[in-house]
């Protein structure tokens, strides 16, 4: 089995990518990958590490109105697809999987026009521009929530996968996350502003910090970039109930741990979120693509396990409220985990692979 992947410029595009290679490769050992990005992309550091051949070409994205970036981006473009063609050709792959990012679209294109079976996975309720349009051209599309179907014309290529998350998520021990993040008797809140942070969660994370009454335990995860000034802004009110991190490298453990957690709505941390059942109060980035991290909030509401709080509305305040009403709601509370399990997809991997050997048997 030969097998090309593309997706590339963040980690939601890239992390599901790794996670189907690994699949693959855990089925088939045999199985030959290759992985199409940027050189500038994060897939340009990632995707080595984790071991596989990463191949570049030359493209860049699309303004959504008439400007001299979208003039060089299309004469970029014509580049991209011709040194697509070339790496395919060369590689001559059963199959050519993509999982969002514009470095997919010309590889999928050329790919279905040189007749070799393609597959697209799209992780948020809301499609990216470039699966959307190239939903028209590949053979099947694997979709992470119900809700994205209504965004893709072609309903008879779409399945339902959920997203790839790390087996980690699937396997770790409540016992074993309670004894390194449960301090004490009272609930614990997760909080987490993304892998870079995130200023407003930040901010708002910090008064609730200083206004606790010794209610509840608050573990926060600043992001790198954010943790000196957070620790200078929270002074003299860090407590035995107070863990501040710039970054966790055991996310599996605090999300068991945590009784709720609070944090930004990308459609892998959601995915995690449900596969270990907890309730959640989503903060939606406002300045994301198409804005998908407030339709990806918006479901998860509607099923009942979440709150959501948009980003221009946040505030010290009304965090507080929201987390005071889970935590004196136990009734409530039991609810969103319910239903939060009840959401979960944690199979995708091998809904992804049943897929695409198909596919490739004909």
């Known amino acids: 089995m030969k097998v090309i992947i593309s997706g590339g410029g963040t980690g939601g595009h890239i992390y599901p990518a790794i ?19 940027t050189e500038k992309g994060l897939e340009a550091d990632v995707v080595p590490k984790a071991g596989y051949k990463l191949e570049t070409i030359t493209v860049s994205y699309l303004k959504r109105k008439i400007s001299i970036h979208n003039i060089k981006s299309a004469a970029m473009l014509m580049k991209g697809l011709f040194e697509a063609r070339g790496i395919i050709k060369k590689f001559n792959p059963d199959i050519v999987i993509g999982t969002g990012g514009f470095v997919c679209g010309p590889v999928l294109f050329i790919a279905s026009k040189m007749g070799i079976r393609t597959l697209i996975h799209e992780q948020n309720v809301y499609p990216g521009l ?11 599309i694997a979709i992470s929530f ?19 998350i790390r087996e980690d998520f699937l396997k770790v021990d409540l016992a074993k996350a309670n004894l ?16 870079g942070g995130s200023l407003s969660i930040n901010n708002a994370a910090i008064e609730l910090i200083k206004n606790n009454k010794n209610s509840y335990q608050i573990l926060l995860v600043t992001g790198k970039g954010h943790y000196n000034d957070v620790i200078n802004r929270i002074g003299n ?8 991190k710039p970054y966790l490298d055991d996310m599996p453990l605090a999300l068991k741990a945590c009784d709720i957690i609070v944090c930004s709505a990308g459609a892998i941390s959601i995915s995690e979120i449900t ?27 509607a ?3 979440a709150i959501t709080i948009k980003e221009k509305d946040l505030n010290p305040k009304l965090l507080s409220e929201k987390v ?29 692979y049943s897929e695409m050997t198909r596919l490739i048997k004909g």
């Open 19 to 37: 996670a189907i290679a690994d699949k693959i490769k855990k089925e088939n050992p045999k199985a030959e990958i290759l992985f199409i990005g």
């Open 130 to 140: 470039t699966n959307k349009i190239l939903g028209k051209y590949v053979d099947r």
């Open 146 to 164: 119900d809700e994205a179907k209504k965004y893709f014309k072609e309903k008879g290529k779409i399945f339902v996968s959920g997203n790839p």
């Open 180 to 195: 390194k993040y449960k301090k004490s008797d009272l609930p614990l809140i997760l909080i987490v502003g993304g892998s």
């Open 237 to 244: 009110k860090t407590s035995d109930l107070v863990s501040i």
């Open 275 to 301: 596969a270990l059942g907890k309730p959640s109060i989503l903060i939606p980035k406002a300045y994301t693509a198409e804005n998908h991290q407030e339709y990806n909030a918006k479901a998860l509401e």
């Open 303 to 305: 099923q009942g396990a």
């Open 324 to 352: 005071e009403s889970l935590l004196t709601n136990k009734t409530k509370l039991k609810e969103m985990e319910i239903k939060s399990s009840n959401a979960a997809k944690v199979n995708a991997l091998e809904i992804i």
